[in-house]
């Protein structure tokens, strides 16, 4: 099989009209989808090498620049006609008037009825947007200032614990949302971070986890900052709890001790209050904001007592200006749009099944972490908005590693495996420290994966450079794997922001363009409500009555036998 040959354009199914606006047709019966059906009969064979030699200016065609980010997508299996007739698509998908009712508040997620404004969180003081008749952008700005202070007092020590020690740990716990946006952008801005405090995160209900994150601290020097939208989840809750306990126990068991080593970030006031914290130690965002795309709210305060208030405003300033880039840019020199159409066309003409993301820079190792669940939460969908079965692919599987560790791991794959793998590539001009030869190694790795991908290596190229005949066969490299470069000027607080923004609007874009909800998670529902009818069969002292089917039955019974004592 030839790579990219599997094609699900021409799925037979679309979905019903529902609450798709009058008169726009099914997906994939409007006409750009259909040309670029037809496109891409004539265009999947076309090599990159030859499109390379037939336009000695590809790479300055195909490139585009905002807010410091240069996206080279040359190296992509397409033509001016594909790019033109993608733009068409995403016209003929209303784009544009999404992108608008996103900004201007209206109710795009509609399964949950509810307006989509991570973009106000960091929008300027004085910008407003209106939801309900009221402005969002002013409530945002005060718990920014509320958590600037206290970030502040942290920092200085003027916030001490219970026995009157300043904090030099801070342990975030959440989970999802409120766990991988604060520690991939905590990671990412290290080089920015107080190196005198220690900055943890638990996630997992898995003991382990926070065992492991406090094994080494003093409760009186030590901060949980507990970060639940819903104050529902079990993993977090449970994760407090023990933190809870651990802090007593280390505290001399004084109940008033929470109130100076707990604060909360959440949207349920009551849950907080009922768990036992102070609700004047929490802040508070909006179910406007979606987990995934929350770590710029209050989610981020460990992030802001680690870099402090200015880098995380520097970081909110990034974000701003690919919104705005986002809004006001022609969709053919748009970052977020070329990004998100280039994903759709890979999707659902080629039929690639995932994106690997590939970050040269040890700092963004947990970028892909983060991508995953901003990706395949949001576009992990097979209804549409009007909740009828799409007729296509939507969400592609997001994976990566930092790069070069994955060239000793699965690039083999990328490069000589059957599958169609199209890859990011994110790099540095200038590194946060340079070392010796480090940098220029770094990125000349990346470039050469790219060239390597596209271009390949020839049997008769094999045959020049002296390769015996009877081991040609494994060593070519067909090459025509496409990819985008991202390349940056240098890892900040701004340019994170820009970079994340640019990824939270490349998922939107491909949500509009397949007409789904990005913005609801109803498929993560079922395993947590069956989890909670099997706790306490695994917790009861008496043998349950299991009516599981029976390969859930006997891993229960075979669990319960032999998990040995507390
Ligand atoms: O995994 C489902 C989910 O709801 C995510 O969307 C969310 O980020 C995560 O759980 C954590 O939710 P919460 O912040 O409400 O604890």
């Known amino acids: 099989m030839g790579i990219g040959r599997a094609s699900s354009w021409q799925a037979t199914e679309v979905p019903a009209l529902g609450a798709r606006p009058k008169g726009r047709l099914p997906l994939t019966e409007r006409p750009a989808w259909q040309e670029l059906g037809q496109h891409f009969q004539e265009v999947r064979d076309l090599e990159l090498k030859h499109l390379f030699a037939a336009d000695p200016d590809r790479a300055r065609h195909l490139a585009a620049e905002a807010c410091d980010i240069y996206l080279d997508y040359s190296k992509n299996r397409i033509t001016e006609v594909t790019l033109r007739l993608l733009v068409k698509l995403a016209r003929e998908c209303g784009l544009p008037e999404r992108i608008e009712a996103m900004f201007s508040g209206q109710r795009i997620n509609v399964s949950e009825s509810r307006p989509v404004l991570h973009v106000a969180l960091r929008a ?71 190196p005198d405090l220690k900055v943890r995160f638990v996630s997992n209900i898995d003991g382990t986890d926070f065992v492991e994150a406090t094994r080494d601290l003093d409760p009186a020097e030590t901060l949980f900052v507990v970060c639940s939208k819903s104050w529902h989840t079990l993993e977090t809750l449970t994760n407090a709890k023990t933190a809870r306990d651990w802090a007593l126990r280390g505290l001399g068991g004084d109940a008033d001790a929470v109130a100076k080593h707990f604060v909360a970030v959440s949207t349920n006031a009551q849950g907080v209050a009922e768990f036992g914290i102070d609700t004047a130690n929490m802040f508070p965002f909006w179910d406007w904001v979606g987990g995934r795309y929350s770590y710029d709210s209050a989610i981020g305060l460990s992030l802001m007592v680690a870099i402090g208030p200015d880098q995380f405003r520097q970081m909110l300033a990034g974000m701003h200006a690919m919104d705005e880039h986002f809004r006001s840019a022609p969709l053919d020199a748009n970052l977020p749009v070329l990004m998100g159409l280039l994903a ?33 939460e949001s576009n992990g969908k097979h209804v549409d908005l009007a909740g009828e079965p799409v007729g296509f692919q939507t969400g592609p599987i997001i ?26 590539f994110i790099g540095f001009c200038a590194s946060l420290n ?11 790795n990346l470039l050469a994966q790219t060239e390597a991908l596209a271009f390949g290596r020839s049997a ?38 820009s970079l994340i923004a640019l990824y939270e609007h ?21 395993g947590k409500i069956l989890a909670d009818k099997i706790i306490p069969e695994l917790e009861s002292d008496s043998e349950p009555e299991l009516a599981h089917d029976s390969s859930t039955n006997t891993l229960i019974r075979r669990y319960r036998e032999r998990r040995g004592p507390e």
């Open 124 to 194: 300027p003081r004085g910008e407003s947007i209106m939801v309900d008749g009221e402005d969002v952008v002013a409530p945002v700005h005060q718990v920014l200032d509320r958590l600037a202070d206290f970030a502040e007092r942290v920092r200085n020590g003027s916030w001490k614990g219970h026995t009157g020690q300043p904090v030099r740990n801070v342990v975030n716990i959440g989970i999802g949302g409120s766990d991988l946006g604060p520690r991939m952008a905590y990671e990412a801005l290290r080089h920015y971070a107080r």
């Open 344 to 376: 759709v066309w890979y999707n659902n003409f080629f039929g690639a099944e995932s994106v690997a993301v590939l970050p040269y820079d040890q700092y963004l190792r947990r970028l892909p972490a983060y991508l995953q669940q901003l990706d395949m």
């Open 399 to 424: 994976w990566g590693e930092p790069g070069t560790n994955g060239q000793h791991a699965f690039y083999q794959l990328i490069h000589q495996g059957t599958r169609l793998i199209p890859c990011d």
């Open 434 to 444: 340079r070392l010796g030869r480090h940098q220029d190694l770094l990125m000349a």
């Open 460 to 497: 008769e190229e094999l045959r020049q450079a002296g390769i015996p005949e009877w081991q040609i066969p494994y060593r070519v490299c067909v090459g025509n794997r496409p990819s985008n470069t991202l390349l940056l000027e240098r890892l900040t607080p701004a340019s994170l922001g």
């Open 506 to 526: 490349r998922t939107f874009t491909q949500g509009a363009i397949w007409g789904i909800d990005s913005f609801d998670q109803w498929g993560v529902e079922l």
